[in-house]
């Protein structure tokens, strides 16, 4: 019985259109990831019992790390570069402290993939029964406690400069980026917790709780 098809339950985007992803490499290997943190903006898109938080922005901080896995190949007209230890945490800034991890995610491989003189690239990675990588999520809002299968994620690189090269020593050449990614699996998880409100959505209340107050 072939597998079902994976379901989308996650998204996220930069807050601002900076290249913030540096892919560098060195004698002993290639690194992916960001500085610091940087601000995004995620949703969750699951309709496993969210109702009315589908697609909303929840104002938020990402870190990433990643490392890679063995040298550059060619796949048809692509580069691939094995990549290992993948680690990803969305944090949200509106949450109390402790308490508001919006999605973890670990990955024991994937692969970043892009064009050669291209300015885009793509990094991913499945969990599926006939895969042996493994994709780890943990979530404050989400319970992954019941089995998934078919786990994965995609992240989208754009703006690369400059364009997809071959380092010549097993590696991309140095590049930046910005990104965008997803994330899904197959049931989609349903809600562990109350998911914190858009930033925007709170100074709305704030600002209607005080108007209230005056009027009194």
């Known amino acids: ?34 500085a610091s943190a940087m601000p995004v903006s995620f949703q969750f898109q699951t309709t496993n019992g969210f109702g009315a938080a589908i697609g909303e922005d929840i104002e938020g901080t990402m870190t990433m790390s990643a490392m890679s896995a063995g040298s550059v190949f060619s796949s048809t007209s692509f580069l691939v570069q094995p990549m290992k230890d993948i680690e990803l945490r969305f944090t949200s800034a509106s949450a109390a402290p ?67 090269a071959d380092g010549g020593n097993g590696s991309f050449a140095l590049f930046t980026a910005t990104a965008t990614g997803n994330f899904g699996s197959d049931p989609l998880p349903p809600p562990k917790n109350n998911i914190p409100e858009p930033a925007t959505l709170v100074l709305a209340a704030l600002g209607g709780f005080a108007l209230v107050r005056r009027r009194k």
């Open 1 to 34: 019985m072939p597998a079902q098809a994976q379901e989308l339950f996650a998204t996220f985007a930069q807050a601002f259109q900076t290249p913030a992803f540096t892919y560098s490499s060195t004698s002993g290997g290639a690194t992916l990831g960001l």
């Open 98 to 164: 402790n308490s508001g991890d919006l999605l973890k995610v670990t990955l024991t491989t994937g692969n970043l993939i892009a064009r050669p003189g291209g300015q885009t690239a793509r990094l991913t990675g499945t969990e599926s029964t006939t895969s042996s990588n493994i994709v780890k999520y943990d979530s404050d809002y989400l319970d992954f406690s019941q089995p998934l299968v078919n786990k994965n994620f995609a992240i989208s690189f754009t703006s690369v400069a400059p364009s997809i």
